[in-house]
């Protein structure tokens, strides 16, 4: 692969990614929350900074833009022209061409009103920001439960071998959601510390492949029977959601769980 993905740590539990060619050095960054570690990390791979993604407007994905584009000023790509230093305004299906790497533009409205994911078909990269992230999903802050629905719909239509880059280190606390409030797992312990030792060696979790998700994610799962029987046949949960509820509602059900986990 010509094209690599750094994992820079942000604030207490962001992501920024510097996305760069290995033979030319052109590089990206998406979702900069913190300038001085992804200029440190440029500089000490002599990159040539070539734009910056954004994902939505939250200041955890925003706030270093402006210390980014004094050291190189460059185009932003945003979806809301509110946000400061927006130099490109893109909306869903637009295509953003770099000499080394070209995003499709996937419209996520949920979390935000303005939220969009970028997607590369060649690599099979996802950067998925605050809509999908391993073991769950975004929580709402602006749209609706429907809208945030079917935004992880349209990721879930995406090749299994994605690699997936989101915007928070959540895992952990999201795996202990779905093994405590969702399903059975008899071995649950196992995948707990199997999770944890991943973080540790690593330094993160991601990326991680969203075919695995789309077997594990409870909320890319709504449509599934066995996986409702499941959810709502587990201790926590009866009579409480029908397996006979609607996608949205069962969406909704556990949506609602996690916001109280």
């Given at each position: 692969?010509?094209?690599?993905?750094?994992?820079?740590?942000?604030?207490?539990?962001?992501?920024?990614?510097?996305?760069?060619?290995?033979?030319?050095?052109e590089a990206?960054?998406?979702?900069?929350?913190?300038?001085?570690?992804?200029?440190n990390y440029i500089k000490n791979n002599h990159l040539i900074l070539k734009g910056l993604l954004i994902t939505h407007h939250h200041t955890d994905h925003t706030s270093g833009i402006k210390d980014l584009l004094k050291f190189k000023n460059v185009d932003v790509y945003t979806p809301n022209l509110l946000i400061p230093e927006t130099t490109k305004l893109i909306k869903d299906?637009?295509?953003?061409?770099?000499?080394?790497?070209?995003?499709?533009?996937?419209?996520?409205?949920?979390?935000?009103?303005?939220?969009?994911?970028?997607?590369?078909?060649?690599?099979?990269?996802?950067?998925?920001?605050?809509?999908?992230?391993?073991?769950?999903?975004?929580?709402?802050?602006?749209?609706?439960?429907?809208?945030?629905?079917?935004?992880?719909?349209?990721?879930?239509d995406l090749p299994d071998?994605?690699?997936?880059?989101?915007?928070?280190?959540?895992?952990?606390?999201?795996?202990?959601?779905?093994?405590k409030e969702l399903v059975y797992w008899q071995d649950r312990g196992k995948l707990y510390q199997r999770c944890k030792e991943l973080i540790k060696k690593n330094g993160s979790s991601m990326p991680f492949y969203l075919g695995h998700q789309k077997d594990w994610n409870p909320f890319l799962n709504c449509d599934d029977s066995n996986y409702k029987k499941g959810i709502a046949n587990f201790h926590?949960?009866?009579?409480?959601?029908?397996?006979?509820?609607?996608?949205?509602d069962f969406f909704t059900f556990i949506r609602n769980k996690r916001n109280r986990f």
């Open positions: 692969m010509s094209i690599k993905v750094e994992i820079i740590n942000q604030l207490s539990d962001n992501y920024s990614y510097v996305i760069h060619s290995i033979i030319t050095k990206l960054v998406v979702d900069p929350s913190e300038s001085k570690p992804i200029i299906k637009d295509k953003i061409f770099f000499d080394f790497v070209n995003f499709l533009v996937i419209s996520t409205p949920g979390h935000t009103l303005d939220h969009v994911v970028y997607y590369n078909d060649k690599e099979k990269f996802l950067f998925s920001g605050d809509t999908l992230f391993y073991y769950g999903c975004g929580r709402l802050f602006e749209g609706t439960m429907e809208q945030m629905l079917t935004s992880l719909k349209k990721i879930k071998d994605t690699s997936v880059y989101c915007g928070h280190e959540y895992t952990y606390k999201n795996l202990e959601f779905v093994l926590k949960n009866e009579g409480k959601i029908s397996v006979e509820a609607s996608e949205l």
